[in-house]
């Protein structure tokens, strides 16, 4: 894989004249993680929107490159994983077929291996149901699948185990590990457990990084 690096400039958002946050810089590079923290409302969600995205900073710049080459913002989705608890799925398609309609508006490959990440979640058995009859639980396990689907330089993970149980949370901190041994993984959380996983802390309550004593 591509050598990622991912640097965010003096980053500000301004919602109807409240600023959010403001001044925020980070370099991240491969092999490095980082947890983002917070109060309710300091911006940690908005932020991971940002970097994915889907939304666009009030000021600031975010500049992500591969083996040195910058990648311009309008292709920056195509090395981004996103996982967050409100992003939509289409409750009346079935598993395979959300994934193959994201796969299709995102310009993803064909063949990429969508059974088996469905199996790593444990929902391969329920692949052909509509979503409809999944748990928010088996949702944010879809998202995860989707999320993972390219296997992205960079995953973004909002509140990453939310709505899962044991099982799922034990998967998603192997998938935390292993993005850590091959790109970037930014958590969005105030989880204790979540945040310890991670190298560092950007606290958005004093717009300082602080180490995490965690694993990096």
Known sequence: MARVTLKVSGLKRVFSRRTVFSGIDFEIGENDSMAVTGRNGSGKSTLLKILAGVLSPSRGSIDLSLDAKPVSNDLRYRYVGFVAPYLQLYDEFTAIENLEFFRRV???????????????????????????????????????????????????????????????????????????????????????????????????????????????
């Open 106 to 216: 995102r310009g993803l490959q064909k063949n990429l291996p969508v059974v088996p990440l469905l199996e790593r979640f444990g929902i391969a058995d329920r692949k052909d149901d509509p979503l409809r009859t999944f748990s928010s639980g088996m949702k944010q396990r879809v998202k995860y699948a989707f999320a993972l689907l390219h296997q992205p330089p960079v995953l973004l993970l909002d509140e990453p185990t939310s709505n899962l149980d044991a099982a799922g949370i034990d998967v998603v901190y192997r998938i935390i590990e292993e993005q850590q041994q091959r790109g970037i993984v930014i958590v969005a959380t105030n989880n204790a457990e979540e945040t310890g996983r991670c190298a560092r802390v950007l606290d958005l309550d004093s717009l300082r990084q602080t180490s995490s004593g965690g694993p990096g």
